[in-house]
């Protein structure tokens, strides 16, 4: 696979700016690890195979243990993830993968027994930038591990 254009390159301010919303995200309501599960879950739904390398590397280095990174895939039947963990990653495939009748009824509810409305808000819009990210890496073909060492990835150390 070969990148078709660097859209980044392309439009500087656009991207600038869309890094900076990624950053305001990171001092918001939510917590880093459930940041971390859901940029995973939602760019293993959107089969980004860039932003699923580059989620993985970071969670490693922020401290994520592996087994639970392998059991992302599988949340609904491992025992690794706690209840607002599990809220936050049927929140994310809910809003990845609208169905045509809206998000259900009960997948809200289970969200609001675990989040707060300002929680519900700042992960609703983690949840749309990785969306964002994984329709421009997936559209243009970014290359898994290709900025690895820009963006201090190695550090992961899963070559």
Request: aromatic share 8%.
């Given at each position: ?32 690890p ?20 580059m ?105």
């Amino acid at each position: 696979m070969s990148q078709r254009l660097n859209a980044f390159g392309q439009s500087p301010e656009l991207f600038k700016k869309f890094v900076e919303f990624g950053m305001l995200l990171k001092s918001g309501a939510i917590e880093q690890p459930i940041l971390d599960l859901i940029e995973i879950r939602a760019s293993q739904l959107n089969g980004c195979g860039f932003c699923l390398d580059m989620h993985v590397k970071e969670a490693k280095i922020h401290g994520e243990r592996e087994l639970r990174l392998h059991h992302v895939a599988i949340w609904r039947e491992s025992t690794l993830f706690s209840p607002r963990e599990r809220a936050a990653l049927a929140w994310t495939e809910a809003l990845t993968n609208l169905p045509a009748t809206g998000v259900p009824d009960e997948i809200y509810e289970r969200v609001r027994t675990q989040l707060s409305e300002k929680e519900i808000s700042d992960l609703s819009f983690a949840v749309m930038a990785i969306n964002g990210w994984n329709r421009l890496n997936v559209g243009f073909q970014t290359v898994p591990g290709s900025a690895d060492k820009a963006y201090g990835l190695d550090k992961a150390q899963l070559n």
